[in-house]
């Protein structure tokens, strides 16, 4: 029975990805316009593929340096470290790097899928707003569609076949391990390259010379561009691919570690909702639509709010058809509702239409450090809804399970998260969308389309910042109840050594681990955002060059070299990143092997404490002070140009690494500390400095 | 023995306050200057005394209301609750109330005292400095010493008198929440009181109508000087107060906690460790000196470390003469090192001589945005060697502790606590004389001094700066160690009632206990902010109805109404204190009867880890961006008028309520939940909802 449900996970996902290529091929049959759009497009395709080109060379270094050290490590029989006599087993070495390799690479081909698809997806999307509202709409949507289906049918897939060759949850954990890596390094690197090209186009053309957002005489403009997709469709993607292996992970290993003939079966359970998650994800993008005069916000929540239905309808169907204890529902349930909930009180933070993005446009009157001081608190706000939904889920789904007798209560938990991004494959594509229709803006203005379609592109555009604002309140908390899983994962491969684990706040140590974890999220965020100034300067100084070199630039009558703006971004985006990385992947390593496992439990605590409020503060008040200068540019306050308009825009522009930088890697972040030290913990367990 | 030394306490105690008493009346006999500084220092008097009568009305009245539940509260036997039958005993609740109002009114006299004494030092000091710098110097920091020596004196009588009469540390611990509970609600309202000014001051007079700061047309004018005095001199008095007054008292509930003949012993040790305190204060004082051509700051700095010095010297004389363990000498030494090292490393981030303060002017020419990201980023990155500081300074004192054999581990940590914070009368001498220069220099301008002076109590002024940032670093350090020692003691107490408490983070209740407690410092910080924001927008209006109803002001012909200012920003500001209060004192005590013991540990965990790195992230980056902004007023950059400057003014302005409302404020905030959850911890463990 087990051994079928993992061959349908096989099927279904590879029916996900198939359905995700018909839909690529189907993009790219639309009509692709005017000599003039096709060109502008070219650049920024060129450009991404610039981009991935540099990243994915770095990033298969990182994979193979890695894969080399967990072929080693695990080469040696790891229950018998401490013992005196380790037997040698490289299969289980090359088993567990396998497993991580293929984790990068079906994390990274679901990145390129969505990349390309994006890159073509935008200038059809704008092309095709020119004709209806309604058409645009349907390229962009089912372009993004393209990532989220990729996305979960790969991961289906590789989780799929590993536990059935295997059948040990902690080889998939290699995979997870994998995937987490490498979307750390596109999360990170993705975000620092978007913004650096975002800010330093906009200090040198909008501020210095004075022409308009997306002018194509700006030499950064297609680096920003390609910034929107790296960033945002390839970096969203890979968080969220991230956090859906790693949550079906935990709670695998949780319900490896339970006892009892049911053990098997409820390992693969999680499997099994990912399964139907493919399914309800199918079915509702199918129900995304928008009507003539239809808002295309609307159709967005709709899809979501329906694939969250038929997704519990069947979930229902199967618990019950399946002989598994009612908790599993409850906890599936809990997880599943929770997320929608928490999306949306999210939005009461970051939309137009309530007080604190009005009272944030209101206050810029003053000035700008009003604007910061007033966005900044409410970011603060925005972390209770959220960290309260959290703890609800936690709790409830904790001791509904642990109540039934049947299933552990961490097990519930690792279950709530499944729950909670089961339906990834529809919240991804729905958050694909934004960047597209982003793009197809800057296309139809670089592009010299009629100003009607600009104003139509403006409408898909906004309902795309609320869509995104969502999914990101939605993946912090998924990826929140996903680090609790892991984290009780943890314990388990720990304790599977005949270890026990003390993690409790009376011991110094843990204590000692805490407060450094607690710190890392923090630091994570300031080197990336000094990344950001950092690369920014430095292209300010090309663009200037451009400028002053060659004065056709300007008059309109030479096309500016968008290339080495470009290559200038990706370079500083990726060498940047060697220090998070370090932090991310050494840093536990270090703090396990010197102070033990026990302070590297609470290092992970730590981490994720800090980790959820800083995502959910910087996103939030990322996304808050971008809407406000949105609310501000519709009229409100004064409109363009007035002295509240000059302050949200300083707002916007300290909220872009706030929200696009610093705030979504941290998810990612933590996810990776989590594997890495449940990776490394039977060596950790063997071997540490302290207790 | 025990006696004589706590009889040798209060007495030195007495010393203090006389010594503080007699500068006191040294100060006022100084010259106050021409008829027009006298006038322009009278409003500032005025405006500081209709404050401090409003804020100590709203005081007593929370300190009655709190004395009241904790007399009736405490009159059960609280051993026997939950057995069935509980006697009751009002001596005990009317012994706990009285010690709960006796250090509120410690904690307000000090306040009031260094208040006082401010209010009639800062025109002397602008008087002596025109003069020669060494004389306004010297009045500056004689006057800052009385607020240090009053504080230290109280609360070692205070400490030593209880403690005498009952022998109980519980009832101690009554003191100190009296103390802080005082403190907090100073702390916050003067923070929200001084910005509220300072914002609305500058907003209306620099920015909308042109005048310069401290310029006496501005009807705010005297609020943002009562301001100066409110939040930096009474509010970081009583921040100090209560984490001195709080690590001595748990250092002695844990010294108490140990079984052996030698607990008694022990548990005074943190009194006698003040004492000598004390007098390495009084000594240290007498050493700061500036030369003809000195620099203040050298002075300042110097003097701090001679103190730190002599009190390890005496501290060694102690151990070994008194027979005690080498351990606590130890523990001590590493509380003091660590209380400097983390001072001065602050000041790295924070000094204008090195990268972080640079390069945040630097970027400034691009534009405020780039000014906040930068600054933000540093700040985030100054958490670094304090954290690592904090958990050295634990987890060595720890150790060695335990391994000695004869005291326990967390008492080692209480010591280090006590350690760092004993010379905290030369600490807080040499901040209060930060805010007093800065009036000092506001009053120059005001009442029209030459420019040489003007110039001359700047260079007095910036050395403040300095100082108060190691300050800063050094209270906020302190208050994590001593609430980490308060942490176990809190754990004491209920296991003094029989209970285990299990504050695991695999237990699901610890953890929602941590993520509650973890957001409670941002939702504070939050809450503080929008209340200056809130005040000073009411403030503006006001300023504009003075200017607008009465152009005589402006013309400098008619005084303008600075009373109503100085009343807006206090009523503004003290009723914003309802939420905040809220939070500190009933939360913890929600989630205790709510979710339980364990739960509330996990609590109290989680806003201490916060807590640290948000009160250290605010205090660094309001005191960098101040920094780069008088950096480049010293010329940098273009200097003043320079697009750098405009920027770097904005950094200056989201920094004023980081610094001076918001984080200083959230040491005070940890301690006092700590606090009321250990007090009322045996009731907690009596009745609660969960487990």
Redesign the interface.
């Known amino acids: 029975m087990t051994q079928t449900w993992l061959i349908v996970g096989i099927v279904s996902g590879f029916i996900s990805v198939g359905v995700a290529l018909a839909i690529y091929f189907w993009v790219v049959r639309q009509d692709p316009g005017s000599e003039r759009a096709r060109q502008v497009a070219g650049w920024i395709r060129d450009g991404a593929a610039s981009y991935l080109k540099r990243l994915y060379t770095v990033l298969a270094l990182v994979a193979v340096v890695l894969a080399f050290v967990i072929a080693i490590v695990f080469s040696f029989n790891l229950n018998q470290l401490g013992t005196g006599s380790v037997d040698i087993a490289p299969s289980n070495g090359l088993t567990m790097a396998a497993a991580f390799i293929f984790g990068a690479v079906c994390s990274a081909v679901a990145g390129y899928m969505g990349m390309t698809v994006a890159v073509q997806a935008n200038v059809r999307s704008a092309v095709a707003v020119s004709d209806t509202l309604n058409k645009g709409f349907r390229v962009a949507f089912y372009a993004g569609s393209v990532m989220g289906l990729a996305m979960v049918g790969l991961a289906v897939i590789g989780m799929s076949v590993i536990f059935l060759i295997t059948g040990n949850p902690e080889v998939v954990l290699g995979f997870s391990f994998g995937a987490s890596t490498l979307a750390l390094l596109a999360k990170a690197g993705g975000g620092i390259y978007t913004k650096t090209a975002d800010?330093a186009a906009d200090?040198v053309g909008k501020?210095e010379v004075g022409i308009p957002e997306d002018d194509p005489r700006n030499p950064a403009v297609v680096a920003d561009n390609v910034g929107d997709n790296v960033g945002d469709v390839a970096g969203m993607g890979a968080d969220i691919f991230d956090s859906y292996v790693a949550s079906t992970v935990a709670a695998m290993l949780l319900g490896a570690a339970m006892a009892g003939p049911d053990s098997l079966k409820y390992t693969v359970f999680p499997l099994i909702l990912c399964t139907l998650g493919i399914y309800a994800s199918l079915i509702g993008i199918q129900f995304v639509r928008v009507g003539k005069n239809g808002k295309p916000g609307a159709a967005l929540n709709f899809g979501t709010i329906f694939t969250c239905v038929l997704f519990a309808a069947m979930v229902i169907v199967l618990v019950l058809a399946g002989g598994y204890d009612l908790s599993v529902l409850w906890s599936t349930l809990i997880g599943l509702s929770t997320g929608v909930v928490i999306g949306f009180t999210t939005e009461f933070f970051t939309s137009d239409e309530y007080k604190p993005v009005q009272e944030t446009a209101r206050?810029s009157s003053?000035?700008?450090?009003?604007t910061?001081?007033?966005g900044?608190?409410?970011?603060?706000?925005s972390?209770?809804p959220s960290?309260?939904g959290?703890?609800i889920a936690?709790?409830v789904s904790?001791?509904i399970s642990e109540a039934s007798g049947v299933i552990s209560?961490?097990y519930g938990?690792g279950i709530s998260a499944v729950g909670m991004l089961a339906v990834s494959g529809m919240i991804v594509s729905a958050d694909a969308y934004g960047p597209i229709v982003d793009n197809a803006r800057g296309i139809a203005e670089m592009a010299g389309m009629d100003h009607e379609v600009i104003e139509r592109a403006d409408v898909l555009d906004s309902a795309g910042n609320t869509a995104k604002a969502i999914t990101k309140g939605f993946s912090i908390s998924a990826a929140a109840l996903t680090v609790?899983a892991l984290?009780?994962a943890y314990?388990t491969v720990i304790e599977a050594r005949g270890l026990t684990?003390?993690?409790?706040?009376?011991s110094?140590?843990?204590?000692?681990g805490?407060?450094?974890g607690?710190?890392t999220p923090?630091?994570f965020?300031?080197?990336a955002?000094?990344s950001?100034?950092k690369g920014?300067?430095g292209m300010?100084e090309e663009i200037r060059r451009q400028f002053r070199e060659e004065p056709g630039i300007l008059a309109g009558t030479v096309i500016p070299d968008y290339n080495r703006c470009v290559s200038l971004a990706a370079d500083g985006a990726l060498t940047s990143l060697i220090l998070p990385a370090f932090l991310a992947v050494g840093f536990p390593l270090l703090i396990g092997f010197v102070l033990g496992p026990d302070a590297l439990?609470?290092f992970l605590?730590?981490s994720i404490?800090?980790g959820?409020?800083f995502a959910l503060?910087m996103a939030n008040a990322g996304g808050l002070w971008d809407n406000a200068k949105k609310f501000i540019e519709g009229g409100a306050f004064g409109g363009v140009g007035s002295d509240a308009h000059k302050a949200s825009?300083?707002?916007d522009?300290?909220g872009d690494?706030f929200k696009d930088t610093a705030g979504p890697s941290l998810n990612t972040l933590i996810t990776v500390m989590v594997l890495v030290s449940s990776l490394f913990a039977p060596i950790i367990a063997a071997f540490h400095l302290f207790l």
């Open positions: 800010i200090l501020v206050v003053s000035g700008a450090a009003i910061i001081i007033t900044f608190s409410y970011g603060l706000l972390i209770i960290v309260i959290i703890v936690t709790l904790y001791f209560g961490v938990i609790l984290f009780a314990a684990l003390n993690i409790s706040l009376r110094p140590l843990v204590v000692a805490v407060f450094l607690a710190m923090p630091i965020s300031a080197l955002m000094l950001v100034t920014a300067f300010i439990g609470g605590g730590g404490f800090t959820v409020i503060l825009v300083v707002g522009t300290v690494p």
